[in-house]
């Protein structure tokens, strides 16, 4: 005699039938978006690692090649070099110039075909300083992409935490329940909802060099002694100009976020802060940032995507100049594989900006990971 809870094998067969069923159902749905990730996420990836070892450009009569890794290696290669002063042949005393400024052989005798220093032909100066008489050089092979490396990760350094704590500051301010403070929440979100393109070509005008906004209301302020600043046109205030920029209109979507992980907080944590006569300090310190550990890992994660992935600023508003001080990865990319044709030093600039994403992430979750107190 079979027991109550035994099923029928009418029943048994059922029930695969329907999860099979299901299954079919599901990837069916998912179908348009996994082909869509297919065709413009990892095919594409796929096609730039391997164009990325190739010759290949856009419109050539030159048949594609195979050339190793020569594409990283233009992109990569470094060298030094110190040279000593130039010295009278008779006395021996330093050689000066007009201008009363230590002479010294010309860089160019070392990096055009010399047989002496076949490690350093075709470098250029990338940064040069003086050490007592000698004088030292930095060398790079494509200086406008290390430039561009080196613009990326100060933006990167500069933004992340800039734009992480005046969001988290702003939370705070915001997460009180006060009249009207939906109508603040409303303003500080509003830049982001906003086009970059639009936001850049705004703060461009901002920005002009002779009637910008920025430099009229420094005039009215410093009842006109303040001298204008072509913002953009100056190579150490371009960049500092696009992070400002920036930070206005990125702070906004990062403070939802940080306002979202704040509300999560029991308020009773705080009250007994309260009672244990904790100011606001320590209940910062002891009870809001160590719930907002997880909020902080995800908001410090996306600023530095979005950082990295600086292109619409620059794209926009310099162009890269002025001297190359605002080149970044992402422009050097596109500009490469579109405006010069060359889909070879594009696609080797887009693996080398990949996988220094990805070594970021990895420290990042190094560092933020749990740690086992036990």
């Known amino acids: 005699m079979l027991g109550s809870s035994a099923k029928s094998p009418t029943k048994r067969h059922r029930e695969p039938a329907f999860q099979r069923q299901e299954e079919i159902t599901g990837w069916l749905m998912a179908s348009p978006a996994l082909f869509l990730i297919l065709l413009f996420l ?86 040069s300083w003086n050490f007592g008489e000698t004088r030292h050089y930095l060398l790079a092979k494509d200086v406008v992409f290390v430039r561009a490396l080196f613009n990326t990760l100060y933006f990167v350094l500069i933004i992340a935490p800039a734009q992480g704590g005046l969001a988290l500051l702003l939370a705070l301010l915001i997460n009180q329940q006060l009249p009207g403070i939906n109508i603040f929440r409303t303003i500080y979100f509003m830049p982001v909802v906003v086009s970059m393109v639009v936001v850049s070509i705004l703060w461009r005008f901002i920005y002009d060099g002779e009637n910008g906004l920025l430099n009229t209301l420094l005039s009215m302020i410093s009842f006109g002694s303040a001298q204008p600043v072509d913002w953009l046109g100056n190579s150490s205030t371009a960049m500092p100009a696009l992070m400002a920029m920036s930070i206005w209109q990125g702070v906004g979507f990062h403070m939802v976020i940080w306002l979202a992980g704040l509300q999560t907080i029991p308020g009773s944590l705080y009250e007994a802060a309260s009672i244990d006569g904790a100011n606001r300090w320590q209940k910062f310190r002891f009870v809001t940032w160590p719930g907002l550990r997880n909020t902080a890992i995800f908001v410090l994660v996306v600023i530095t995507m979005q950082a990295f992935g600086l292109f619409t600023q620059v794209n926009v508003m310099t162009r890269g100049g002025p001297l190359d001080a605002t080149q970044t990865i992402i422009f050097q990319a596109v500009e490469r594989g579109y405006d010069k044709q060359d889909i070879a030093g594009g696609s080797a600039i887009s693996v080398i900006f990949f996988m220094l994403v990805l070594l970021v992430t990895l420290i990042q979750r190094y560092l933020t990971r749990e740690r086992n107190t036990a």
Not at 46 to 58: G, K, S, Y
Not at 89 to 94: L, P, R, S, Y
């Open 42 to 127: 990892i095919i594409p990836f796929i096609m730039a690692f391997l164009l990325a070892f190739t010759n290949q450009r856009l419109v050539s009569p030159n048949p594609t090649e195979f050339v190793g890794t020569r594409n990283f290696t233009d992109l990569l290669a470094f060298g030094t070099l110190t040279l000593e002063p130039i010295r009278d042949e008779t006395t021996g005393a330093v050689v000066l110039d007009e201008d009363g400024n230590v002479e010294y052989p010309a860089l160019r005798d070392y990096t055009r075909n010399n047989p002496d220093y076949p490690h350093l032909n075709g470098l250029r100066e990338l940064v």
